[in-house]
């Protein structure tokens, strides 16, 4: 059975950083694109980045560029996001997916690279930012 469990999520003032973890099992982790994605209250799931199986491409929604950094560690079956700079805006419930690498073609087209309906996710973690 395959799992994603979300860490480091909290409470932190405007201006702050986090650090999530997503650790899985049950899958072979470096055949797996991996995203972060959030959501709200009242609002729909967004995509905020995801990184390819290798590490070697990466996306961000334009709403975090420059402020988190995606990062994976193949041996410890681990995707990490930075955050800094947290706004109020950021506060959302923060998920992990995975699904299988897809063509390096993807990472070259504008937007979001990777399937809406990802094959696995996470429970999520909570992100408060308060201003």
């Not at 899958?27 to 995203?35: A, C, H, P, Q, V």
């Amino acid at each position: 059975e395959v799992y994603l469990v979300e860490s480091g999520g909290g409470s932190v003032q405007a201006g702050g950083s986090l650090r999530l973890s997503c650790v899985t099992s049950g899958l072979r982790f470096d055949n797996y694109d991996i995203g972060w994605w959030r959501q709200a209250p009242g609002k729909e799931r967004e995509g905020v980045s995801c990184i390819s199986s290798s590490g070697g491409n990466t996306y961000y929604a334009d709403s975090v560029k420059g402020r988190f950094t995606i990062s994976r560690d193949n041996a410890k079956n681990t995707v990490y996001l930075q955050m800094n700079s947290l706004k109020a805006e950021d506060t959302a419930v923060y998920y992990c997916a995975a699904d299988m690498a897809s063509p390096s073609s993807y990472w070259r087209q504008r937007g979001w690279p990777l399937r809406y309906g990802m094959d696995y996710w996470g429970k999520g973690a909570l992100v408060t930012v308060s201003s």
